[in-house]
């Protein structure tokens, strides 16, 4: 069996790799990997870290492309290799326009598609925007849909779509536990980290900030950046925001918070960094959706700057709640989390609904037909 796995950006590269390293020690199938290029710098840091190579590389960005030019590009440049390659299946990702474009692609050439992490729902079409869209359609044309959850099962069940669903766990806990494992196992590297981040102060409870979403841009980041600079009046923390390089969250961010001196805005960090500062972190805000899943893993709380998300189980198990844009909500419950012990330590010890870290071996297993246990959550 010829399996293609297409990807574009850092996340979806850190939930692949482990599916990948699993389809490559895999007898009865031929892996091959195409990337589109998108955040090359920071796609290449998670491609060193999992040993990952490209067998195809479409590098289908150019300055100042709308999702229409991206997704014409992913389309053309993916077809191509489809009708060379002729693969038995073609792997996509999440809810990004690659996915989106990528699966159309195979569609069209009516090659099977295997959605990982299909069945995602926020309930509104325009939130994360254009992410539920690409979600949605994707989950419409796969053959193989790998669920992460029950209840994403459940979605897809009432949406009685035509492939056949798994519920396997979420890959991005497998790529986490791996991570983990490295960091305990490797003093060295552990060492090198907290060297090259010596500013880290141990007296202060450290708050990890991340923030891209589109749908937030404009007054969304504003509002978010006041609550943080409300924030950084305390004393007892230090707030850290790796900043994304979009100019339309970097310029607001910068703006509005350099200059404090227990606010550090940082470039992007290479994912092994991230998983550093997450086991480090006293409590997380994020508008990220992977964060919600790897956060409860580590026993971290999380506030999710969204009115809605697509990731309900963690909020079901109160591992994170949502607090929107809104500055007054995103202080008041940070604060919360804060100066309350009690509040605080019932999050920590909820469990964590979305992987037991063999949800790789899973997915291999149904694409090669054998019969396993699916994830229970």
């Known amino acids: 069996m010829h399996v293609l796995s297409i990807f574009g950006t850092r996340p979806e590269a850190i939930k692949m790799a482990p599916l990948v390293a699993a ?65 038995d299946c073609v792997l996509v990702h999440g809810d990004t326009t690659t996915a989106a474009a990528c699966a159309l692609a195979a569609f069209h050439r009516q090659i099977p598609v295997g959605h990982v992490e299909a069945g995602l729902r ?51 806990i497998d790529a986490l536990a791996a991570t983990v494992a490295r960091l305990q196992a490797d003093a060295a590297l552990a060492r090198t980290l907290a060297e090259r981040y010596d500013w880290v102060d141990a007296g202060r409870r450290l708050v990890l900030v991340t923030g891209h979403r589109r749908e937030n841009f404009g007054e969304g980041f504003r509002n978010i950046c006041t609550a943080l600079h409300t924030l950084a009046q305390r004393s ?9 390089l979009n100019p339309q969250v970097r310029d607001v961010v910068t703006a509005e918070l350099s200059g404090l001196s227990n606010v550090h805005l940082v470039a992007p960090l290479e994912y092994l960094d991230f998983v550093w500062f997450m086991q480090r972190a006293h409590l997380i805000l994020t508008d990220s959706g992977g964060v919600q899943e790897e956060a409860p893993y580590l026993g971290k709380p999380v506030l999710v700057m969204r009115d809605v998300t697509e990731r309900p189980e963690a909020v079901t198990a109160g591992t994170v709640r949502l607090v929107g844009t809104s500055r007054e909500r995103i202080v008041g419950e940070t604060n919360r989390l804060l100066d309350d012990p009690a509040t605080y ?11 037991d870290g063999h949800a790789s071996r899973r997915i291999v297993d149904a694409l090669c037909t054998r019969p396993f246990t699916e994830f229970a959550g």
Request: net charge neutral; glycine share 6%.
């Open 23 to 87: 389809l490559r020690a895999e007898p009865q199938v031929r892996s091959t990997v195409c990337i589109t290029g998108q955040h090359r710098e920071m796609l290449a840091q998670v491609m060193a870290l999992f040993d990952l190579k490209a067998d195809h590389d479409l590098d289908v960005m150019r300055p100042d492309q709308t999702l229409n030019g991206l997704h014409a590009r992913v389309v053309a440049g993916v077809d191509g290799l489809l009708q060379t390659a002729r693969p």
């Open 122 to 172: 926020s309930g509104d079409i325009r939130s994360p925007f254009p992410e539920e869209m690409n979600r949605r359609f994707v989950d419409s044309v796969s053959t193989w849909l790998f669920a992460p959850t029950p209840s994403s099962r459940d979605a897809l069940l009432r949406e009685n779509l035509p492939g056949r669903i798994w519920v396997t766990g979420n890959t991005v």
């Open 236 to 244: 007892d923390v230090q707030i850290v925001y790796p900043v994304h």
């Open 345 to 355: 330590a019932d999050f920590c010890r909820r469990s964590n609904p979305y992987g």
